[in-house]
């Protein structure tokens, strides 16, 4: 069984900077996909960005150029770095993997970002 664990949110202001980790309990080697999903109040989880074993990334429209995702294989951990943070931002983000035809996902870690 695959876990995921996120670490990173919390508060910060609006122009602000965050960093979200997800740890893996097994090597992301072996993982197909890799990526952050967020859910705001009131709203459908959406997609932020995936990034594949080979490196291949894909980054939401609503987030392009303010964040990028990357990996460290020897970690076993994926990022999430979040620039120019803005209100709409404010979610719970979800890490997310694709591993053995199945997706599994960590607990989420809140991000509020206030204006």
């Known amino acids: 069984q695959l876990q995921l664990v996120e670490s990173g949110g919390g508060l910060v202001q609006a122009g602000g900077s965050l960093r979200l980790s997800c740890a893996a309990s097994e090597t992301i080697r072996s993982i197909g996909r890799m990526g952050w999903y967020r859910q705001a109040p009131g709203k459908q989880r959406e997609l932020v960005a995936t990034?594949?074993?080979?490196?291949?990334?894909n980054v939401a429209d609503s987030v392009k150029g303010r964040f990028t995702i990357s990996r460290d294989n020897a970690k076993n951990t994926v990022f999430l770095q979040m620039n120019s943070l803005k209100s709409e931002d404010t979610a719970v983000y979800y890490c997310?993997?694709?591993?053995?035809?199945?997706?599994?996902w960590g607990q989420g870690t809140q991000v509020t970002v206030s204006s």
């Open positions: 997310n993997a694709l591993w053995v035809l199945s997706d599994y």
């Open positions: 990034i594949t074993s080979g490196g291949n990334t």
